[in-house]
């Protein structure tokens, strides 16, 4: 019953996003190379196996995702590595391994020490209902092992979604990240590599360093970025909740908006990547940036919408419904039924690839 539903909606979305400006939105995407609307897997199959980790992408891979998506971080010595935190106490054992530097920036690791910590068994602790024993001991990955993987199926090719984590602490990540991807002749196929950021700065070095490579600026609510209706960042609004908070935030007003899509396009990206609200809310829960009019004026902009992060069919369905483009999500294989395209199970994935 509830795949008949998922399946139910996905199409009733798919035929509104066919409809007025949504088949720009595909025009677009068509112009990149760029699948639509596009599964892009947050972190890899986030919900199922540790954020990040090999077991995460191999399984996004398998599902049939469109991209990979990673957050790019440099170690001491120089190494692209894949980690989204600033610092590493949420998604390791760094507390216990290295309880002087257990808040300090991965920038202060070489690859060496990051090797030496269990990356995988937090989520077991986090979710038990979705624990593995082979979760546990799982490693940080580099950037090049996650290409390693990207490469692994010949059946399944997903691309890389890639972005500039702190780029303000890694100076020259953006050439040093041309230098890899072109090493690895990523570099030579339109929409293979999409690039990501929440950075203005970073975003006009990446255009600078790779101009044929679609990028993407990052989009949310807050007083150094959209300005905020409310004047307030969650920090300094006394709230608890911080979803509640950001359900509740809109830019101060319609040009505000319209600036950062401006931004964008004179940055050089060809997309923005907007927040939403979901209808549960929870800690990936942020401020509503996909409403029907914001999408059009990206759209009127050349722009593409791939909006983070959604991982329910009901969100699925609004936000097609509304016009995006594509969706990250931590929910890779309920993504790709929404859309009725095949994939198979989870857990056998797993089971299969040895997890």
């Known amino acids: 019953m509830r795949k008949s539903l998922i399946a139910m909606l996905g199409l009733a979305a798919l035929g509104s996003a066919s409809a007025g400006w949504a088949t720009e939105g595909k025009s677009l ?11 892009i897997a947050h972190r890899g199959a986030s919900y199922d196996a540790p954020e990040s980790t090999t077991p995460a992408y191999l399984l996004a891979r398998d599902l049939g995702a469109d991209y990979l998506e990673l957050d790019l971080q440099r170690t001491r010595d120089g190494v692209l590595v894949v980690v989204h935190d600033d610092e590493l106490s949420r998604t390791s054992d760094v507390a216990e391994r290295f309880p002087e530097r257990k808040l300090s920036p991965v920038s202060a690791f070489t690859l060496a020490e990051l090797k030496t910590l269990d990356a995988g068994s937090w989520f077991n602790e986090a979710y038990p209902e979705r624990a593995r024993p082979s979760f546990s001991k799982l490693s940080i990955l580099t950037l090049d092992e996650v290409i390693d993987i990207a490469e692994g199926n ?18 020259g990540i953006e050439k040093q990240l041309k230098q890899r991807l072109e090493a690895r002749g990523w570099l030579s196929r339109p929409g293979r590599v999409v690039l990501q950021t929440f950075d203005r700065n970073s975003l006009a070095l990446l255009h600078e360093a790779m101009p044929q490579v679609p990028k993407i600026l990052l989009l949310w609510v807050g007083t150094k970025a959209i300005a905020p209706a409310s004047g307030q960042d969650f920090a300094d609004s006394g709230e608890s909740d911080k979803a509640a908070f950001s359900a509740r935030q ?10 950062w899509l401006n931004i964008a396009k004179q940055g050089g990206a060809i997309g923005t990547g907007p927040s939403a609200k979901r209808g549960k809310l929870g800690e990936q829960s942020y401020a509503d940036l996909i409403q029907p009019w914001m999408n059009q004026a990206s759209h009127e902009r050349g722009l593409l919408v791939h909006v983070y992060t959604l991982d329910e069919p009901q969100d699925y369905a609004n936000a097609m419904q509304a016009g995006v483009d594509g969706i990250f999500t931590n929910r890779a294989a309920q993504l790709l039924r929404f859309y009725q395209r095949p994939t198979e199970n989870e857990s056998a994935l797993l089971d299969k690839s040895g997890y």
Do not use: C, H, W
């Open 250 to 259: 809109q830019p101060k007003d319609r040009a505000e908006f319209l600036r």
């Open 154 to 171: 010949p059946e399944r090719q997903p691309g890389l979604y890639i972005e500039t984590k702190v780029p303000n602490q890694f100076p």
């Open 29 to 39: 995407a068509a112009a990149q190379g760029i699948p639509y609307p596009s599964v």
